[in-house]
Structures are given as structure tokens and as C-alpha cells.
């Protein structure tokens, strides 16, 4: 096989095995964003991320990377905030007709498991049951004057489509 040809198949090969992250239009559910939310006059509250085994404390760069995921994906105004900072006490947030809605992410870790069982020659066997964790990433409206949280986003592994997901979500509600 002449190298060009094996160069093009090497790349065919290694294009083909990589992971679709895109999120099908017809599956982001406008039926989570409250209708009377305007993103063109209402400043959205983002609650942070928290660190994993702590969740009172934020997660940093995780935080940074969702804020830089936003600016990206979310062409209107919010501010990334702790959860404390949106309850209706909170001077800074008041103004409930500009920061009347809140989105709170919700962190859910599914386990997956497998069994292998391996037979000796002698008639023995040994099972292994190696498992691991994948967490995924929604979010989900709050309104802050009624304290009503609405259904969760599109829920994805990955923080970039997540984000992605949710913005797309509020720009097919509002039909931007």
C-alpha cells in the first residue's frame, strides 16, 4: 500500500472513532425555561460548581471552565454565584424583576459495572467485578420570588455540552 493511501485510511480510522458530542435540536426540551424568562432583560444567576466530596466548597476550575463555557455559548448576562448568594436576603440580588431566575447544576454520578469470570485448566474460576463512575451534568431553572425549580437540562458527562445544551435550550424557548 503506497503511504499516501495508508496515511488517508489512518485518518479515515482515527476520525471515525471519535466521540459525537453534539446534541440533537429536537431533543433539548424548551418546556424547561419559564415563560416568562427574558434573557435579553434578566440577568441569569449560574450557581457554581461544588468540589466533589465537598459540596459546600466551590470547585475552582471547574467553576472557571463552566464561566468561560458560558461566555461562549450564552450571549446574554448572568453571574456565576454561590448557592447562598441566591436567596432572597441577598442585598446584592434583590432586584428580583433583573435576577429573578437562578439555574442550580445538578451532579449525578451513575455506577457501571461488569463481570468476568475466568476458568483455570484445574476447574477453578475467579470473578472480577470491575466498575467505575461517570457523573453527569444538568441544569435547572429557579424562580426566585415563587421558589419553584423547573426539570432538568439535557444531561451529559461533558461540561461543554451541557453548557452548550442548556444555551441552546433557552435560545429554542425564546425562538432566538
Known sequence: MSSGVYIIFVCFLFCSCAINRTIPVKQLDASIVPVDFNPQKQVLLVVQIPKRYKAAQKDEKRTQKMEDLFKKYYPYKFEIVSPEEIS????????????????????????????????????????????????????????????????????????????EAFANTVMKAKKI
Not at 436576603?89 to 431566575?101: E, I, L
Not at 435547572?140 to 421558589?147: G, I
Open 88 to 163: 432572597s436576603n441577598n442585598v446584592k440580588y434583590a432586584d428580583t424583576t433583573v435576577y429573578k431566575y437562578a439555574i442550580l447544576n445538578k451532579l449525578q454520578g451513575v455506577r457501571h459495572t461488569s463481570n468476568y469470570t475466568t476458568y483455570s485448566s484445574n476447574g477453578g474460576q475467579h470473578t472480577l467485578s470491575p466498575s467505575a463512575t461517570t457523573t453527569y451534568l444538568s441544569y435547572s431553572f429557579l424562580d426566585r420570588v415563587n421558589n419553584k425549580q423547573y426539570n432538568n437540562s439535557y444531561q451529559s458527562p461533558y461540561l461543554k455540552s451541557a453548557v
